[in-house]
Nanobody, 115 residues
């Protein structure tokens, strides 16, 4: 079956950086647009970023534009999210998902931004 596993989360101070990874299996990764979504404590799911399967076209939520970068390495069936200039408001569980605007997702990796 489809398997998505996020990693790379942790505790970081405001202004810090993290790089999240999502390793996948069970489907042809290169054929799928992928995305990152997040859920902050007590809030609903928020789409963060998406990347096309072929052209590599990317898009970002206004809240993260200019700070986060999504990328993929199809040969490794892996999706990434570079998080820079982190803010306390970025504290959330981060999930990778099939589809450009979310979909089937993994178990998530926790990001905590705190001084």
């Amino acid at each position: 079956g489809v398997w998505l596993q996020e990693s790379g989360g942790g505790v970081v101070e405001p202004g810090g950086s993290l790089k999240l990874s999502c390793t996948t299996s069970g489907f042809t990764f290169s054929n799928y647009a992928m995305s990152w979504v997040r859920q902050a404590p007590g809030k609903g799911l928020e789409w963060v970023s998406g990347i096309d399967s072929g052209s590599g076209r990317t898009a970002y939520a206004d809240s993260v534009k200019g700070r986060f970068t999504i990328s993929r390495v199809n040969a490794k069936n892996t999706l990434y999210l570079q998080l820079n200039s982190l803010e306390t408001e970025d504290t959330a569980m981060y999930y990778c998902a099939q589809g450009y605007y979310g979909g089937l997702r993994g178990q998530g990796t926790q990001v905590i931004v705190s001084s």
